[in-house]
């Protein structure tokens, strides 16, 4: 960076000449309410949102810029509390905050728009074709699951539970290694649900998919309390892991660079021809589900 | 651009190697009034205040990204609107709009990330020297006139004042040719109003200002509206004017750009030693101003 923070721009400047950019926003009573959260909670989950969806692409954070609006009650304590959130979140992740702007609100929310370097290939939702094997990382469910939880309030949540909620771990490593290697035909990290995830997928590819439930990768927290419902891990949201397509003959060097990439990965169907996507159970049968999902923290 | 919106990121690709980032945003009930500005209005808006910040830098507008935070009850075709006017806009500065997201808040508003290309000299408001020249393009006061006149609802307000408030017309050419041939010491946009933006160069360059009020440029429908009663001008906010600072050494080489800016420039005091920004008024009396300014749309 040349010139930073308290100018009217900052100025960046960096070798590598391919860059991806970002935008997102976490908006009080949408996306949490604010008992869920303390300000640093909150400051760098509005940072890692962003950098998951770098993550998704396979690039690197580097430069972010950053939007408070603020209720005038808010105090002066917890919106620093906010900004070292962010920094902190920015840094290990390889990133500065360069700039930022205040402005007053109703309603908090902190939006950031993020700039990365690209990978040598450039991984999109498009790629996708019938026979490439679906996969996805961590598990699912765990973040819908703490929010249903704290929505409730009539479960004790787990730290383990309520990190997954609080604290999302922007799968970057993976991220580059599968797109840098070439072993993916498209990715996508998992934030409105792995079903409608796989829908943008199927849509931008113009494809169709097969999802195996009984194959979704899930915690032992979420066993213990869903047992085999699995609505929160197909629809929940807010997981931000990466889902993504392998062709057959890069599933050997999948295999290869598992152990690098930092995270579980698991196979849970398949990409297909025509355009739906298609829920395979335990027995074989086939039930066809609503692609677009529902939009469960949001509505 | 190499990929464009749909995906997780933007992917942009430029052989320049030096970036500006800056972000903005608007809030309904803060920096307008609905009724105010067409939804299409708002969109250009929202653009150009951000262009604004590229060209107090001296640069070019390339690629943008914008969050919009709408109320349940907001119309498709407003939103679809609001978008038309972002990239209407954006495509007059020479950038393009490369992403974007869509949230529900109670409060609309919208949110731009702007990336711009830098010149070849970065100017930052941290220049100024004593001794130095203050000029300011354009002439201030009318958007603040206008939203005085909006607001009360008492005074018709001519098509060209309500411009001056809807529509900011950045300083780009301006700002490129200021920077770039290396004129001016210091730079910012007028946003906060002059007192106040000058007062932050003054504080981030260490120095102080005599500012001649009589000397600031005014429009006709100021004059006729305000006569001597300069507050709007001075204090008011939203010109999105440039003001910049030039070495005595430099005002001939302005001279000699002058036509090729744009828009008038006017010299309206100096820079001093010490660190107070004061007012000389028409009789030569010194008047020492709070250089905080006020806020004066947003209180």
């Not at 929505?151 to 309520?162: E, F, I, K, S, Y």
Request: glycine residues 10%; hydrophobic residues 40%.
């Amino acid at each position: 960076m040349v010139v930073g923070p308290g100018q009217d721009c900052a100025v960046l400047q960096t070798d590598a000449a391919l860059w991806l950019l970002t935008i997102d926003a976490l908006v009080a009573g949408v996306h949490f309410a604010p008992e869920w959260l303390s300000p640093r909670q909150l400051g760098r989950k509005s940072f890692l949102v962003n950098a998951s969806d770098i993550a998704a692409m396979g690039g690197q954070p580097r430069f972010c810029v950053v939007n408070f609006s603020v209720p005038p009650a808010y105090r002066e304590r917890d919106l620093r509390a906010l900004q070292q959130g962010i920094v902190a979140a920015g840094r290990e992740c390889g990133a500065a905050v360069v700039g930022g702007n205040l402005t007053r609100a109703t309603q908090l929310s902190i939006t950031i728009a993020l700039l990365g370097t690209a990978p040598r290939r450039i991984v999109t939702r498009q790629g996708a074709r019938p026979g490439d094997h679906v996969f996805v990382t961590g598990t699912l469910g765990d973040a819908a699951l703490a929010v249903r939880s704290l929505r409730r309030g009539d479960t004790p949540v787990t730290a383990n539970l309520q990190r997954r909620f609080r604290e999302p771990a922007p799968r970057l490593r993976a991220g580059r290694i599968l797109a840098e290697m070439g072993i993916v035909s498209a990715m996508i990290d998992v934030s409105d649900g792995l079903v409608q995830d796989l829908g943008h997928i199927c849509t931008e590819s113009r494809v169709g998919a097969v999802l195996r439930p009984a194959a979704v990768p899930l915690s032992p927290a979420y066993r213990k309390r869903c047992g085999s419902d699995l609505r929160l891990a197909l629809q929940g949201g807010e997981d931000y892991e990466l889902l993504c397509t392998v062709p057959e003959g890069n599933v050997k060097m999948l295999q290869r660079q598992r152990a690098r990439l930092g995270c579980p990965i698991t196979c849970i169907g398949t990409i297909t021809g025509g355009r739906r996507l298609r829920l395979l159970d335990a027995e074989g049968r086939t039930l066809q589900l609503d692609t677009h999902g529902f939009d469960h923290f949001r509505t």
